[in-house]
């Protein structure tokens, strides 16, 4: 629970200047900052103050260029702090929003306390987050491509893949080692797929033992085409067309409705055997938004056409997390190009609103769309019906994106790393960074393998929901030893005998596990004696049973 002492209360209403509070970093919640920033600097009385989870600003069309390597993780980002020099920066998680007392409360953070803001004025720009609901395993075994940490985390993935599929003995692991799968085809899923396929083809020269056909990288798309939503037939059609040229298994009209550890299952019933598989679904609403239980469409925030949120005073949102209606009627497209301009007319509109003067309904009819197909290859969709594709499109693409950079330094680092891209070969050096993966949660479909009499004996697996076969092969054939239900465990043997797996273990149902990997085991088991006992006392009495059952007359 937040504290109420007054170190831990920011922000005050008797200030003549009216204090406006913007959650969230993104195009829409920085550039709102900013144009408040100027309105404040020519006399309007406001103090801004920002919150986000990160202290930088990612520009996130170039997400695809990093995840490939082709610009510098950091040549994307732009610190907040350089970027809002009269905005007092708060880099926390928001935990709550008070409508009614005008208060944000921020979680502790390093600290031991909660902090909450107060606010006159509220912008919400909190964006959307991944939303892997609905689909078993999603969760558990999906890679998301959303923020740079994403795009980061993926590229080492991806180089981990090639480096275990180099040194694999077994065709099966190798292959599913060096099979990428990319769900989802609009521009996130194609721009990542494009990507990805280059990166990994380029990587794969620099390991002997690794033959560029060997390498699958699928896309898994419900439509007929690529890119059919957001750009007209002809261009989608040429998408389509030129990431198949280019080594991009598409997999058409189906779609991804489960994940495993060693499968990604498609509607059609396939059952594609990969290590690594990316995810772009459609986004949702902030949980900390959806928690206001404010009128919203879609999971958007309804709002004015002046981006006043409907039905509230001083609360104003803008980017992904709002609806926002259009002079036609349809609603504002979720796009950094639309999230930037919503940001200086919410600043225009609120000063407005101080100074009790009329505010104005949003409008902007977009300067196109652009998107990257890799292989020095793009699409463009451009106002007046233009359309471009290939070269020229990719010379645009780039062109564009680059004079939208904020600040020259940014501008020269991108620059640099394009050119050292065009004369050097990939680095794909992995960064492991921090420690233990700790315990996780994983989803098998029936029949799926958990582990197989032999492996290793790396983990502890406690059952959440579904049923596990225990198997024994004997004599060639498998052996059911028993079933197991929910609550109950199995592995633990081999972690207590450091020994490799004396029998394998197959979901009979749909599974879902609590994995708690050795180490952790290890620390718990030598830390607490009744924990160890607990399951020595469970392995003992297994051990006794399969003694018995040997034992019976056949």
């Known amino acids: 629970m937040p504290v109420s002492a007054p170190d831990d209360v920011r922000g005050g209403r008797g200030s003549a200047r009216s204090r406006v509070l913007v959650l969230g970093g993104g195009f829409g919640g920085a550039y709102a900052a900013m144009a408040l920033e100027r309105r404040a600097a020519r006399g309007v009385p406001l103090e801004v103050a920002l919150v986000n989870r990160e202290n930088y600003l990612v520009f996130q ?19 907040l702090r350089q970027l809002l020099p009269r905005t007092e920066l708060f880099v926390r998680e928001v935990s709550g929003i008070d409508l009614e007392r005008r208060v944000v409360t921020l979680d502790a953070g390093l600290g031991s306390r909660a902090l909450e803001l107060r606010y006159d004025q509220l912008v ?5 987050v991944t939303d892997f609901r609905g689909v078993p ?14 795009a980061v985390r993926i590229r080492n993935h991806v180089i981990d893949a090639l480096e275990q599929a180099s040194v694999a003995r077994e065709r099966e692991l190798r292959s599913a080692l060096l099979t990428f799968v990319i769900a ?20 794969a020269r620099t390991y002997s033992s690794l033959p560029a056909e060997e390498i699958r990288v699928v896309l898994v798309h419900s439509g007929g085409h690529v890119l059919e939503r957001e750009l007209t037939g002809a261009l989608a059609r040429y998408s389509t067309a030129t990431l198949a040229e280019h080594g991009i298994e598409l997999l058409l009209r189906t779609r991804l409705v489960a994940a495993s550890p060693r499968h990604a299952v498609l509607s059609d019933g396939t059952r594609i055997a990969t290590r690594t598989l990316i995810s772009t679904v459609p986004s949702s609403p902030n949980p900390v938004l959806e928690r206001l239980g404010l009128a919203h469409v879609g999971g958007r925030l309804r709002c004015e056409p002046t981006l006043a949120l409907a039905g509230r005073e001083r609360v104003w949102a803008l980017g992904d997390c709002a609806h926002v209606p259009m002079p036609g009627g349809e609603p504002c497209p979720a796009t950094a190009q639309h999230a930037i301009r919503q940001a200086r007319l919410l600043a225009a509109n609120l000063a407005a609103v101080l100074a009790g003067a009329p505010a104005r309904p949003f409008s902007y009819a977009g300067r196109g769309k652009l998107g990257a197909l890799g292989h020095r290859r793009a699409v463009a969709e451009l106002p007046g019906g233009v359309c471009l594709a290939g070269v020229s499109a990719w010379l645009l693409w780039r062109g564009v994106y680059w004079s939208k950079l904020p600040g020259r330094a940014r501008k020269t680092r991108v620059l640099l790393s394009w050119l050292g ?5 990939p680095h794909p050096v992995q960064l492991k960074l921090g420690g233990g993966r700790g315990a996780s949660h994983a989803h098998y479909e029936p029949g799926e393998t958990v582990f197989e009499q032999g492996d290793d004996g790396d983990c502890l697996y406690m059952i959440v929901a579904g049923e596990v076969e225990v198997l024994r092969r004997v004599d060639d054939a498998l052996e059911l030893v028993r079933t197991l239900g929910p609550g109950e465990y199995f592995g633990e043997l081999a972690l207590l005998e450091r020994r490799p797996r004396s029998a394998g273990a197959r979901a009979r149902s749909s599974l879902d596990l609590l994995v708690l990997p050795a180490g952790d085991f290890a620390a718990l088991a030598g830390g607490l004696s009744e924990f160890r006992e607990a399951f020595e006392a469970i392995a003992h009495a297994r051990t006794q049973a399969d003694a018995a059952r040997a034992a019976r007359p056949s």
Do not use: Y
């Open 124 to 128: 919400l720009a909190l964006g959307a």
């Open 61 to 79: 069309p170039m997400l695809a260029e990093v995840l490939a390597g082709d610009v510098g993780m950091l040549d994307t980002v732009t610190p």
């Open 421 to 425: 891209d065009a004369m050097l070969p």
């Open 137 to 150: 395993g999603l969760p558990e075994h999906a890679l998301p491509f959303k923020t740079l940490a994403d």
């Open 184 to 203: 989802g085809g609009g521009f996130s899923g194609t721009e990542a797929a494009a990507a990805l396929g280059d990166f990994v083809r380029a990587a």
